[in-house]
Nanobody, 126 residues
Framework: VQLEESGGGLVQAGGTLRLSCTAS????????IAWFRQAPGKEREGVSC???????TYYTDSVKGRFTISRDNGNTVYLQMNSLKPEDSAVYSC?????????????????????WGQGTQVTVSS
């Protein structure tokens, strides 16, 4: 199973991007979907998670108020990124963790995710 991200690119500081995450062989109804990012020389960071159980979401502090995670009625999860900063530059990957009945909190970035995408590059110029 492979997740597929799209929507990355080069944008000026203050700009916006919307990332998409899709999968064809799993049903997102049964999974927590998360976005992670990794910049060169830095550890991977959990950015945001969404629960299909109750629609609850989690955001790391550095993106609160700027990023929004959402899901459509099908099998796509979005990460709307507004007011982008140069420090947001990284490869962004989505991941899926099989579980049901959970409400999102900081623990979601520590799950042992089952499936990952290849990632999409986001570059924010100053």
């Amino acid at each position: 199973v492979q997740l597929e991200e799209s929507g990355g690119g080069l944008v000026q500081a203050g700009g916006t991007l919307r990332l998409s995450c899709t999968a064809s062989k799993i049903n997102f109804d049964d999974y927590v979907i998360a976005w992670f990012r990794q910049a060169p020389g830095k550890e991977r960071e959990g950015v945001s998670c969404i629960s299909s159980f109750d629609g609850s979401t989690y955001y790391t502090d550095s993106v609160k108020g700027r990023f929004t995670i959402s899901r459509d009625n099908g099998n796509t999860v979005y990460l709307q990124m507004n007011s982008l900063k140069p420090e947001d530059s990284a490869v962004y990957s989505c991941a899926a963790y099989w579980t049901t009945g959970v409400t999102m909190g900081p623990i979601c970035v520590g799950y042992d995710y089952d499936y990952w995408g290849q990632g999409t590059q986001v570059t924010v110029s100053s």
